[in-house]
């Protein structure tokens, strides 16, 4: 089980409204590549890993992305906050207006809800682990994507350090993927 | 952010394997009235309550709905401990190992991918408690059905548990919900 | 069974065209608030209703729900009458007429096509009531977020008219839930 | 609008319950070439229909099958009545059980949820009745793999009614489809 | 079993970069009446044909629509080529950025995945051909959308050819109907 | 564009019939970690391939693996070859046969239809390629688990070659990953 802690894993303060960020933003929220993909392929997958090194790799890295799903639903707040009605027509959040108001809601930057389909388990810890890495690898390349469309700088922040967070994951789930190999599982 | 404490919020322990009762729970694991979207939809409302005790509610029974997807996981894992090829066949769980083996994946009973668009938000606080109430509503029933359809005292008690959550959170749910109409949200 | 009548429920007569409202508008056609939601849930659960009463409330407002759809479809219709190639590219309907030209076609804003998802059927009367009570909130809600959208009153007539169903339906279905609840179902 | 007539269009009144074939007749309920898809897909498309008769004639069987929709699903609710839980779970129908109880759920034979992704409208009438006339011809042959299933004689008469109307509507939809060719539409 | 071979069917040599027309040109590319689905509705029907010839004009199609699917992509392609992060946020194409930066992901014009649910197969050649038809009616109506959306005649030319080829095709499938439908299959 | 060759890449000739082995194996066909799916993971990931080199492994992966799309359903064809109404019943094949008879459409093993939400393309080659790794991996763990549900030799075979296919595939994506990872793409 998880106990709240009422802080987020990286601070975010993010002064100027945008609107077509916040839009944007949401693909890592919901979308395919995104962190609530993350957090539930890995702490779905680790009820089958071979070992306790991996059921707690897998864990650990699931609950910090639920940590990160936090910190990007944050940001898309920040980013809306105190938009009026012209503001979000121009920016063509009106869409997500008409039925969520102001409200957060996982999908992917073009609207199209979250679905389990974005990831896969395969009870195979070298299949998991591969799907894994391959995961992190489409996360990071995600938020540089974010990170081309963007210069502000209290958005970079976070972004930059999100960023680092799924290569620090890469890494670790590819040493793991290495010693199940010479494991033989 | 969360911190992982590893327990279950209920303890599971299914001595009896019981394949077909596996992918009938799987409904309150990635189904439209299951743990996961009760946990999604509360962890993305609470963003707009209006006030800090909205937002903590929803925070807080989130999070333990997270506890709940867990043990819900815990449960469908020990239901298929052990099972061999001959009772995976037998008892209809063949498509799903023929994809998944003996991992978990997040669908309804019928094996449908578990998709966002079974919860609101609308950033109306009155509109997404009701929605809360009903959620509630919706997942004693489901339990209930679950419960008629099993027997094992093992299975019995955390889904009784379960059941009775539900109706807790309804009855939160339900304070806060006139709180916020008296007040005139 | 039903008879069409060749009227609608409430007159619509949009006399300035207007591409985006006609893009919001349509998260009421086919979205997951929307009318067609609504009209498909209370026509599927009416058939598990314990008594006549409830059977004839849901089919009623179930029917009722078909000339709602009706009604939006009118209006978005009327909304893009009209319309050139250069205004629909200005409005962002480019998307919309490459693929249905002004045709109507149930989706969300953003394009997302209607699924049963929307909706729920439990076979218990005091949940199915429960969800149809938060249904009739939720179209209020994004009744008042297209009416903020707005400022045309021949939109807003309807507009209003239907919101104001929605909470006669919200009242309807209170009353009949706290029956049921007295009378034990 | 419509009118409720407290009547179906061909009278339903299975005495042998059937849980087997509840489970598939459901797709002529909520599947791909399903009444409620064959409903949606000519009322949506009826309003770019280029003439009155164009129109007329997509409501009315678009109306007609609202009321196929209404028969099918007494037919499932007649085979489901009494069922009890021990011939639930032997005709697979316990992961329908476990979501909607006895309740009415549009999906296809498998429990996917209806989605408007199974019928299209391209605002151009050829196309459109082109479609239509596929859908008829569709719907014909599930009501013939229906008929196969089963030898109630129950259930055969409206089935074959049903797939008689199919052909009925192919016809009404040719003709129209070639007088407006000839029309240059 | 196919052969690659390093040409397109019909020469593509857009000059002019135009991301609004590499938005909506993708409808044909993975949106409901586009050629991925057209090739993978005849490569899946063919099995079930009465006949070597029906066997035969399906994969012969089938295939020519993978080489449509092909052209498309090389259209989409060369109207992204050389776009800077600017041009791509003014064509509303960031949304896609965001997620797939400049390559091609099968979606419609809203950026909705791809999904067979737009494609049907009955096991009936008559419900077959006569769907097949539909959908080049359909398809052809899409053209003529694509086509009164732009002036390009780099893309003019490579858009009525495959118009043209859907009306050769709609003629081939209807041939076939007629035989077999003297031939009273 | 591609040239149809009207054989198989690899011989199929299943002479037993064997329903629940054909209902098992279309996840290979329109399942998540299906043929399908990499066959359109590659075939739209090329476009973004940063040399000819890359471009052409994945044009040539790509193909091969529309080869084995067909091969998996012409085994199912096989599989499902002289079978009568009462082995379909029992099989539990009837939902399929209610809907399509007896021909092929690209599901799940749950008959969930196929999205292209079961693949990403990102525009990173280093993305794209540890995601077509991880992409075989998971076909070959699916392919394991086939191959354990069966003791037909006429299906192990093939079963036993497409298996072998997806490794070579891995390392030929691994090599060229590695290559392209020392060029510093």
């Known amino acids: 089980m998880w106990a709240y802690e009422k802080r987020l894993q990286y601070p975010i303060n993010i002064r100027k409204k945008n609107l077509k960020m916040a839009k944007l933003l949401v693909t890592q929220y919901g979308g395919s590549n995104g962190e609530l993909a993350a957090a539930l392929r890995y702490l779905n997958q680790r009820y089958t890993m071979p070992d306790d090194k991996g059921r707690a790799l897998l864990t650990d890295i699931g609950t910090e992305e639920l940590a990160h799903v936090e910190m990007i639903g944050t940001m898309i707040s920040q980013l809306m906050a105190g938009a009026t009605i012209e503001e979000i027509k121009e920016a063509g959040l009106d869409s997500h207006y008409a039925e969520h108001k102001n409200a957060l809601y996982p999908t992917d930057a073009n609207g199209v809800p979250f679905t389990a389909a974005y990831f896969a388990t395969t009870g195979d810890a070298i299949a998991d682990l591969t799907e894994d890495i391959a995961a992190e690898q489409k996360a990071r390349a995600v938020y540089e994507n974010l990170i ?38």
């Open 148 to 185: 081309n469309l963007t210069d502000d700088p209290d958005l970079l922040g976070p972004l930059l350090w999100l960023r680092q967070r799924e290569i620090i994951h890469f890494n670790r789930f590819s040493e793991l993927l290495d010693e199940y190999k010479r494991k033989g599982y």
